[in-house]
């Protein structure tokens, strides 16, 4: 219980260094003498992106790649969706995979023509990234 009490305390300790390192938007703005004229300043239009749109995929899984993050090799998912549409998947650590029992599985668990449905992103690389795996019957 005491290691409990002192992490919580170290850790809000922490934060509050955090937040007191920060500088007020008026400290970064330069003072301006009285009186003086400013011309215009032209501004820059802000992009903002476009919302991810999440997606489905129910079909067979063709392959499964482990990957090996060390080498820089992702863990990947095949899947041949029920209208023969092919589409890899990245898969990132800690991306549920659910059982057909509901139990959380691994990557590894997954075998070749297990069905399943998988919610993904498809980001402005291109690649897709799997957000949710779920074993179907």
């Known amino acids: 219980m005491k290691k409990i009490l002192f992490t919580l305390i170290a850790v809000t ?52 790649s482990i990957g090996d993050l060390s080498k820089g090799i992702k863990p990947e998912i095949v899947v041949i969706g029920e209208d023969g549409q092919k589409l890899s998947l990245v898969v990132k650590p800690g991306t ?3 059982a057909k ?23 402005q690389s291109g690649t897709h990234r799997a957000e949710s795996i779920k074993l179907v019957e």
């Open 96 to 98: 549920p995979i659910v």
């Open 13 to 64: 300790f922490i934060n509050s260094l955090c937040f007191a390192q920060q500088e007020s938007t008026a400290a970064k703005e330069p003072q301006k003498p009285a009186g003086s004229a400013t011309a215009p300043v032209a501004v820059a239009p802000v992009s903002v992106p476009a919302p991810v749109l999440s997606k489905s995929i129910t079909g067979k899984v063709e392959t499964v």
């Open 101 to 123: 029992d509901t139990k959380i599985i691994t990557l590894t668990e997954i075998k070749k023509d297990d069905k399943v449905t998988v919610e993904y992103i498809t980001k």
